[in-house]
């Protein structure tokens, strides 16, 4: 999927990825679902450089997943990161057997065996707030947008990066005539994703965490 404006990162550039990764998994330390993740893990695991590299490698297996169906997209600055799929370029894989599979590679090479221990223990108890196949299973619209992840470098919100990450991925369902859905933990996004004509769909809660999975909507704009 080629997005106006954005530059679509191919999975051969490893190096950009990982820059793509770090500044987004900085930014996402303050994202709801992130930070209940890692309030999970062990306290050696706890303080600003451990979490952080952990942070990071969230992200970089989600991009290193997503990459090879064109899902990858930054600013020409590289300020915004966002993960935006179209359901029929993932082909015969689901985005739930990417994320699982990710899951898998992120055990592998990157925690220890009490981290290990720890995130699966919290992966279970946060499941019914991650739910990652929620759009095929209830909503069923045949060809989609899926927007799975948007971050801004902490140093540049407030400079328009986030709108333009959005607005080419909106032109595209709009010129596609596709519905584009997303998840948010968060109150301001919930509002700010409103103003660009998304509506909260379903909402998930799971009693063993404090979060509200908000699934949101954006119906194309009329040709």
Known sequence: MKLSSLTTVQPHNEKLLVELANMAGDSYLEELWVRALLDGMPTESEGSDRERYLSRALVLNEAMAAAPSQSVHCTGDDYGLTIVYQR?????????????DASANLVASVFSDEEI????????????????DWVEREEAPGDFLHITLTAVDADHRGSGTFRKLLEPVLAYADAAQLPVFLETYSDGLTELYEYFGFKTVHEFTDAHVPLVQRCMRRDPAAA
């Open 88 to 100: 029929s370029e993932l082909g015969e894989t689901s985005w739930a057997q990417l994320m699982k």
């Open 117 to 132: 221990d720890a995130y699966e223990r919290q992966q279970r108890r946060m499941e019914g707030v991650t739910v990652l």
